[in-house]
């Protein structure tokens, strides 16, 4: 990329993250039009960011003069239903030349610019999508429907709120897009390296503590950053060779930050920029969805920091040497600035239940009142200038709003992508579908979930997390709803919806593809898919979860409110998660023998599933098979310590 289009970039992407700050308070503009300014921006970013055709790893080195044209035609294509939105309004249905043919480039470009930035993979399902509503008539009886036409399909593609106009771009506009900023803003002010810092000096000195670091300062950058591939980058450069280091494996080691990285996603409050669309999608509070998502998160994290407990003991690893750590106590302090504003946001989610917008709104403005803050005591340490202080600041906001654009400008044209797919299955591929998928399944909820679970992982080589998640969501989360109520079984839309947006995580790590893999590999110097299939052995227990909130919603809170019942099921919960993660280590204090195996499942399946046991063998209330699942884990560790080597 050359200087100046760099520069216009740069300028381009500030002025987006100005024009999206400035929104919840000061701009009253109506959801169709923001829409329309945010997918332009996005398209036009995308556009001067990434050529025709990538010639290495990095952007182009020079953006030819075309895409300079191609950039402003897309930007007015996807501003036109907010330039004549009165009249394409009055003829709703009936579109013009004019509007089918603005309506065509479009589409045309925007496929093209999710081309560009995402790989081939979700342009081309969109545009098979396209031709299968052209030529559907002429399809097997069983997966065909009307034949739209052009203007149809035009139609509801970019001149309605069913299309790309939709939902997940809506969330990007209204919601998304200020947490990405957030996060890009508290990583120039430093956050991303004192999480790092912090997780070191509290569990370096314990065996693998490394590796338990690692895992722990990316959970803590997940929260903000939601994306699995920057959160490998961000904290595998540290964690990794510190990993080597102690004596892990290269592909363990990779494989650790991986499995920590992808999980990230799972973290509330962004959970990749899913938890926003769940909430549209579901029709319920984004409150209630985070409160959903909060239990299977922390539990998979716990159970991975044990993950690297049974590995450092199969290797005999012990910590880093208490001299080589930094002192938690000063680390903590220097860094309490960056969690002032985490709390704030939790706060306003939380406790004042303002709307997820106008929390992250005010909390971006303590974060850029703090960084101020920073970089004047910066200078009265270093004695410099108060307009030093002044300019740094500047500076640092300003490559923050950079930084929030150029990471949004992917998800928009993600969302805007997958908005396409949504728009066709309206049409009348939806309940297609859903009989295809009725008839594939066999009237089995199971063979159902593990159909759209292998489908998830498939389409999420292709496809980013949350582009996956919307397709699969609109296909499948239906199917699942109506196919478990058929055969007596009640799950809520909430979590159909969680099992599409898990599976569609784990993706970033299964090979072949596996792009958090690679990126982990290229740090480590490792086989990229050894590290994909180790990784994903990892993440075995985060596969294992949404087959069990499924049939278990309890673990998804829903409808508990009492304390004590929620401490239950998170111990219960994370007891299972230990006993789950030694079967597929095969290890435990020592090396499992098979009955332990046995007892270990048996355990698992009693934490996790109590019905399949109070419901068909045995009716004592679930509670009581909690219990009995406990001590099994109790007999288990008892006779793992009778062969335990005495030191």
Same mark, same amino acid.
């Given at each position: 990329m050359s200087r100046q289009t760099g520069l216009v970039a740069s300028i381009i992407a500030a002025s987006w993250s100005l024009f999206q700050l400035a929104l919840p308070q000061f701009l009253l503009l109506g959801s169709e039009l923001t829409r329309c300014i945010h997918l332009a921006f996005a398209i036009c970013l995308v556009y001067l960011c990434f050529p025709v055709q990538k010639t290495s790893s990095t952007w182009a080195n020079k953006i030819h003069w075309s895409d300079y044209i191609l950039a402003v035609i897309a930007a007015l294509a996807s501003l036109y239903l907010a330039i004549d939105y009165s009249g394409i309004a009055m003829r709703q249905g009936m579109p013009i030349a004019r509007d089918l043919f603005i309506g065509s480039t479009l589409v045309i470009l925007l496929l093209e610019a999710a081309r560009r930035s995402l790989g081939p993979a979700l342009p081309t399902i969109a545009a098979t999508f396209i031709l299968y509503s052209f030529f559907s008539e002429h399809m097997p009886e069983i997966i065909s429907f009307k034949n739209a036409t052009i203007s149809k399909m035009v139609n509801k593609l970019t001149m309605s709120t069913e299309g790309i106009y939709g939902v997940p771009l809506d969330v990007s506009t209204s919601t998304v897009f200020l947490f990405v900023l957030f996060g890009s803003m508290l990583n120039i002010a430093g956050g991303s390296k004192y999480f790092i810092d912090l997780a070191i000096s509290l569990l370096g000195r314990f065996k693998g503590g490394p590796a338990k670091a690692a895992v722990l300062a990316s959970g803590l950058t997940g929260m903000v950053s939601g994306s699995s591939i920057a959160n490998t980058v961000t904290t595998g450069t540290f964690t990794i060779p510190l990993m080597k280091k102690t004596g892990f494996p290269g592909i363990k080691a990779g494989a650790i930050e991986v499995a920590a990285s992808t999980n990230g996603q799972l973290m509330p409050p962004i959970m990749g920029a899913a938890a926003f669309i769940i909430a549209e999608y579901c029709h319920t509070s984004y409150f209630?969805?985070?409160?959903?998502?909060? !239990? /299977?998160?922390?539990?998979?994290?716990?159970?991975?920091?044990?993950?690297?407990?049974?590995?450092?003991?199969?290797?005999?690893?012990?910590?880093?040497?208490?001299?080589?750590?930094?002192?938690?106590?000063?680390?903590?302090?220097?860094?309490?600035?960056?969690?002032? /504003? &985490?709390?704030?946001?939790?706060?306003?989610?939380?406790?004042?239940?303002?709307? %997820?917008?106008?929390?992250?709104?005010?909390?971006?403005?303590?974060?850029?009142?703090?960084?101020?803050?920073?970089?004047?005591?910066?200078?009265?340490?270093?004695?410099?200038?108060?307009?030093?202080?002044?300019?740094?600041?500047?500076?640092?906001?300003?490559?923050?709003?950079?930084?929030?654009?150029?990471?949004?400008?992917?998800?928009?044209?993600?969302?805007?992508?997958?908005?396409?797919?949504?728009?066709?299955?309206?049409?009348?591929?939806?309940?297609? !579908?859903?009989?295809?998928?009725?008839?594939?399944?066999?009237?089995?909820?199971?063979?159902?979930?593990?159909?759209?679970? !292998?489908?998830?992982?498939? &389409?999420?080589?292709?496809?980013?997390?949350?582009?996956?998640?919307?397709?699969?969501?609109?296909?499948?989360?239906?199917? !699942?709803?109506? &196919?478990?109520?058929?055969?007596?079984?009640?799950?809520?839309?909430?979590?159909?919806?969680?099992?599409?947006?898990? *599976?569609?995580?784990?993706?970033?790590?299964? /090979?072949?593809?596996?792009?958090?893999?690679?990126?982990?590999?290229?740090?480590?110097?490792?086989?990229?898919?050894?590290?994909?299939?180790?990784?994903?052995?990892?993440?075995?227990?985060?596969?294992?979860? /949404? *087959?069990?909130?499924?049939?278990?919603?309890?673990?998804? &809170?829903?409808?508990?409110?009492?304390?004590?019942?929620? %401490?239950?099921i998170f111990s219960t919960g994370v007891i299972a998660m230990f006993a789950f993660a030694s079967i597929t280590q095969g290890y435990f204090l020592v090396k499992n023998r098979f009955y332990e195996t046995v007892l270990l499942i048996l355990c698992v399946l009693m934490l996790f599933r109590p019905d399949l046991f109070s419901n068909y063998i045995w009716a004592y209330h679930k509670f009581i098979w909690y219990g009995f699942g406990v001590g099994l884990y109790a007999i288990t560790i008892f006779l793992q310590l009778l062969r335990k080597p005495k030191k």
């Open positions: 209630e969805v985070v409160k959903a998502a909060f !239990i /299977p998160a922390i539990i998979s994290y716990i159970a991975l920091i044990f993950i690297t407990h049974l590995e450092a003991s199969k290797l005999g690893l012990k910590g880093l040497p208490k001299e080589e750590l930094p002192n938690f106590y000063n680390v903590f302090i220097s860094g309490v600035p960056f969690l002032i /504003p &985490l709390c704030f946001l939790l706060y306003m989610l939380i406790i004042e239940r303002y709307s %997820a917008q106008l929390s992250v709104y005010y909390a971006i403005i303590v974060l850029m009142g703090l960084m101020v803050i920073q970089n004047f005591w910066m200078a009265q340490n270093e004695k410099k200038s108060g307009m030093w202080a002044i300019k740094n600041s500047l500076h640092q906001i300003w490559q923050s709003f950079v930084d929030g654009g150029k990471n949004m400008m992917s998800i928009g044209v993600a969302v805007a992508s997958a908005g396409i797919i949504v728009g066709i299955v309206t049409l009348g591929l939806g309940n297609v !579908i859903t009989e295809i998928i009725d008839i594939l399944a066999m009237n089995n909820v199971v063979l159902l979930l593990i159909i759209t679970a !292998i489908v998830s992982l498939i &389409l999420g080589m292709g496809l980013p997390t949350t582009a996956n998640y919307i397709v699969m969501a609109s296909l499948t989360a239906p199917a !699942i709803v109506a &196919l478990s109520s058929n055969v007596g079984l009640t799950v809520p839309l909430i979590a159909a919806h969680l099992f599409c947006f898990y *599976f569609g995580i784990l993706a970033d790590d299964t /090979p072949p593809v596996g792009l958090a893999a690679y990126a982990a590999a290229a740090i480590s110097k490792e086989d990229p898919i050894k590290t994909g299939i180790q990784g994903f052995i990892y993440d075995m227990r985060t596969a294992i979860l /949404p *087959f069990m909130f499924i049939f278990n919603t309890d673990l998804l &809170l829903i409808n508990i409110t009492s304390w004590w019942h929620i %401490a239950l």
